[in-house]
């Protein structure tokens, strides 16, 4: 048989790998050859869904078969959504923006520092300055830690390029 990922997938249930080709399946119901995309071309076949319209539906499978193929699609499409929602929103808090909740959470803390007779737009311009502050702190402590090529910028690796004295001046 095949590796132990197989075995993990539900879906192999209603599969067989093919032997010699990792990625290959055989459809249980109608015995279609699938040579290529492995348990997520399978699942495709099953289900009738496929996105890109490369895969032939099976017209053997039962239906029951068919919704619960379904549902590992869609939940997996929710998974995979929600992983891009939550990185979108780390990348955000490092940016000091924030998308659809509080991303910066010790902001409690800084509403002490924050004089009360403060208005809003001054308060957001000292939130973002003790945010750009904290960033700063951070990059300096952490930085040190990469190696040297990764801390510079803005150079290909060798010295900058420099206009030769032999240009005229215009």
């Known amino acids: 048989m095949s590796s132990g990922v197989t075995k ?10 093919i032997d010699g080709n990792k990625n290959g399946s055989i ?5 279609r050859v699938i040579k290529s995309g492995g348990v997520t071309r399978l699942k495709y076949h099953l ?14 499978v039962s239906s029951e078969v068919k919704a619960f193929i379904t549902t590992l699609l869609k939940n ?7 992983k891009t929602h939550g990185m979108e929103n780390i990348r955000a808090g490092l940016r000091g923006e924030v998308i659809g909740q509080v991303v910066d959470s010790d902001d409690d803390d800084d509403e002490d520092e924050c004089d009360d007779d403060m208005g809003p737009e001054e308060r957001r311009n000292f939130k973002q300055a003790l945010r750009a502050s904290k960033q700063s702190a951070w990059e300096r402590e952490h930085l040190h830690k990469l190696p040297k090529r ?6 290909s690796g060798g010295a900058q390029m420099r206009r030769g004295a032999s240009v005229r001046e215009s």
């Open 8 to 17: 993990r997938d539900p879906a192999w249930e209603h599969g067989d790998p």
């Open 27 to 31: 459809c249980k119901y109608c015995v």
């Open 47 to 60: 289900s009738g869904l496929d996105p890109g319209n490369n895969v032939q539906r099976c017209n053997s």
């Open 76 to 82: 997996k499409q929710h998974q995979k959504e929600k």
């Open 150 to 155: 990764a801390q510079v910028s803005g150079t």
